[in-house]
């Protein structure tokens, strides 16, 4: 079992910046992926951006590309996303979770952070 906490969101305009960290505590493993996952109100859990521990792999929403950037710090267990050129449609509570193999689809991901709240103001 693992424990993640995320932290960073809060309000901002649109184009400007936020970055999230989510801390990790208890069984990761290099083959193990994290993802940032959003959900925005009435609207399904969409996959923003995984990147596996090991560095071996990352992947990035379609609506996120070019703007999101995820990493990882293996010596302080945490897993960064970068958001530039933010907008309005970014706004959601983001989470960050951990699957046991290379996947977007949110099913796969066992272990889940509380969510932080990310809007984006006109």
């Known amino acids: 079992q693992v424990q993640l906490v995320e932290s960073g969101g809060g309000l901002v305009q649109a184009g400007g910046s936020l970055r999230l960290s989510c801390a990790a505590s208890g069984r990761t493993f290099s083959s193990y992926v994290m993802g940032w996952f959003r959900q925005a109100p009435g609207k399904e859990r969409e996959f923003v951006a995984g990147i596996m521990w090991s560095g071996g792999w990352t992947y990035y929403g379609d609506s996120v590309k070019g703007r999101f950037t995820i990493s990882r710090d293996n010596a302080k267990n945490t897993v960064s996303l970068q958001m530039n050129s933010l907008k309005p449609e970014d706004t959601a509570v983001y989470y960050c979770?951990?699957?046991?193999?290379?996947?977007?689809?949110?099913?796969?991901?066992?272990?889940w952070g509380q969510g932080t709240q990310v809007t984006v103001s006109a």
């Open positions: 979770a951990q699957s046991r193999k290379i996947a977007i689809a949110t099913a796969q991901y066992v272990d």
